[in-house]
């Protein structure tokens, strides 16, 4: 049977009497690949941050069987600030270490060996603020990953990075669910979800659909996207024609 890695029940969040998200309903399984897609403000970051607990205040039931490895859509931090690129993968085992505990040479050559599997070991010793966006955003998912973490979730991994890193980005992330990893992201690019993932969740304030992507049709997208629904994405009914190898 397949192991359920994150079970969110009757989930509804507020804020100053404005529903953001209203009861919403999923489970997730070892191994899912699940891309969310929605529309502008639909609550796909706010959902993001409850299940990395970032948002405490809400009602329902959130349950998660893992540790969490988080790439957030946004620097946490000023990138003109002088500190290296190794450095910032080193805050990924924070946790780890503790505040007055000194990293060690495992925690550095785990950071090297990371950053080697995503072909980013020559920013090594690079100052934070000479990165492109694709190599930060690398280096975002460096951090997330040296903390060993058996779900790994991202908001908009894409934004800000052209195509070619759009691409190397998604057949990392391929990769490591083909190795085990459970992995959710936020996109905007539904035309690449539908290609990649296995899972899609359509959600605006609430949950509109939850199911294989290629079982996704044009009026699940249809139903939260409305009539902009073809400048969004390129591919005519049925949408089951999409190729996962493309
Ligand atoms: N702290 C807050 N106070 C007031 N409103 C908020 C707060 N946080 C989020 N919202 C509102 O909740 C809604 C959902 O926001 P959220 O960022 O989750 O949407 P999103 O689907 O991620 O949007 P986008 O695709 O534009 O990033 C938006 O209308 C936003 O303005």
């Known amino acids: 049977m397949r192991e359920k890695i994150i079970s969110v029940k009757d989930l509804s969040y507020n804020v100053e009497n404005t529903e953001i998200l209203k009861f919403i309903n999923f489970d997730i399984y ?3 690949f699940v891309g969310i897609i929605g529309p502008n403000g639909a609550g796909k970051s706010t959902l993001i941050k409850i299940l990395v607990g970032e948002i405490k205040n809400y009602i329902g039931s959130v349950n998660i069987n893992g540790k969490i490895g988080y790439v957030p859509q946004k620097d946490e931090f000023d990138r003109t600030f002088p500190i290296r690129a190794f450095e910032v993968a080193l805050m990924g085992m924070y946790n780890e270490v503790g505040v007055f505990k000194r990293y060690k040479k495992k925690h550095y050559e785990k950071v090297r060996n ?4 995503l072909d980013i070991e020559y920013l090594y010793n690079r100052n934070v603020g000479k990165l492109s966006g694709g190599e930060y955003q690398r280096l975002s998912l460096a951090r997330a990953l040296v903390s ?3 779900i790994l979730i991202l908001d908009e991994p894409e934004a800000g990075v052209d195509s ?3 691409k190397i980005i998604y057949s990392i992330l391929e990769d490591l669910n083909k190795k085990g990893m459970t992995i959710i992201l936020v996109s905007h690019d539904i035309s690449m979800v539908l290609k990649k993932v296995n899972t899609v969740m359509c ?3 609430t949950l509109h659909c939850h199911k294989n992507s290629i079982d996704m049709t044009s009026d699940d997208l249809k139903k939260i ?3 902009e629904l073809e400048l969004l994405v390129h591919i005519d009914k049925p949408l089951k024609v999409v190729s996962r190898n493309d």
């Open 30 to 32: 070892k191994n899912d």
């Open 114 to 117: 990371i950053m080697k599997m």
């Open 148 to 150: 060993d973490p058996d």
């Open 164 to 166: 070619n890193a759009q």
């Open 203 to 205: 959600l605006n304030k």
């Open 225 to 227: 996207y409305s009539e």
